[in-house]
């Protein structure tokens, strides 16, 4: 009975997140904001006009107190909101929180579904929602970044072109911004923004350097300042960057095709347990009932294989974590 109910639980609190998730604005609540905005804008009395002013600044406040608990729950929210930044994405620090918690409960409740045992479909629920969504954010991150290193000598190239034909070195990153596509164009066309509404140069390259985070950037913007501070032809030291940013790229690549091997290797070795617990699960799933079975004698209602599964896992994924760090190489 008491599994029923702390399922029941589990999943009203999925669909109060699905709910909160995607649930869009009033239509007819904008609509009406809307109207009243037009007629303040156009009457004239000083009651109106100080009642638009309280209504600006109350739109203009924080975000409310809904996802503040959620928000709290995070170690180092500055660190997170930079990670999702660098994902070029306009997603929040609260609905990364939204989305980690609706996976949480979704993981835990279809475990219980599956007859696992309440603490151990709670724990599992968790990892899984703090997993999963991290590593794709840092696959969106990964992939971003890649699409930009491989696009950025050409962004180099291009300023270079534009620098021997005479024009500013501001007009010419408005070039790239338009010409390049891709985050190459995202990130200059949010440079030369910056510029137009008052920061200088070295502030806007920097805040797209601190965002992006690859040394390739930082070489640009360290090139510039020097190029700034002591003269010289910034074409010529421009050109020169993009050849040496196309040589590492190439080195890279070169490790990449020496280490493949290894890599294919700790990811079967890494793999392997796994898709045969689920392939035995799937063909003969009496067999391995036991370890889905909950134990009321056990450590927190867990059986003893259950234990040992759960130990035999954090094993592993120690030694995929001492592996992947071994055929890591950084240039």
Wanted: hydrophobic share 50%; net charge positive; aromatic share 8%.
């Amino acid at each position: 009975m008491s599994n029923s109910i702390l399922l029941i639980m589990l999943l009203m609190t999925l669909a109060g997140l699905a709910v909160v998730a995607f649930a869009g604005p009033s239509a007819e609540k904008a609509s009406k904001r809307r109207v009243a905005l037009i007629r303040e804008r156009h009457s004239g009395s000083a009651d109106a006009m100080m009642e638009a002013r309280m209504r600006k600044a109350i739109s203009n406040r924080q975000p409310g107190n809904d996802m503040k608990m959620l928000v709290s729950l995070v170690p180092n929210p500055e660190n997170l909101a930079k990670r999702l930044r660098m994902t070029g994405k306009k997603w929040t620090v609260s609905q990364y929180m939204t989305s980690c918690a609706f996976t949480a409960l979704g993981m835990a409740a279809f475990l219980m579904l599956r007859g696992f045992a309440p603490l151990l479909a709670i724990m599992m629920g968790l990892a899984s929602g703090l997993a999963l969504p991290h590593m794709w954010v840092s696959r969106l991150i990964k992939k971003r970044v890649m699409q930009f290193t491989m696009k950025f000598p050409d962004a180099l190239e291009l300023l270079t072109r534009g620098l021997r034909s005479g024009l500013p070195i501001t007009e010419t990153l408005g070039v790239v911004a338009g010409e390049v596509p891709g985050p190459v164009g995202e990130e200059f066309k949010l440079i030369t923004e910056r510029i137009k509404i008052g920061k200088t140069m070295d502030q806007a390259l920097q805040e797209t350097a601190d965002r992006l985070g690859t040394p390739e950037f930082q070489f640009f913007v360290i090139s510039l300042a020097i190029q700034r501070e002591t003269g010289g032809n910034l074409a010529e030291t421009l050109s020169n960057l993009a050849t040496v940013l196309r040589q590492r790229a190439q080195m890279k690549l070169k490790i990449r095709a020496m280490s493949s091997e290894s890599k294919a290797s700790a990811y079967i070795i890494g793999a392997l347990p796994f898709l045969v617990f689920g392939m035995i699960c799937y063909i003969n799933y009496g067999y391995m009932s036991p370890f889905f079975t909950p134990d009321p004698a056990g450590l927190f209602g867990m059986s003893l294989m259950q234990v040992i599964g759960l130990g035999g896992m954090c094993w592993m994924g120690i030694g995929v974590f001492i592996m992947s760090q071994m055929i890591n190489f950084e240039i």
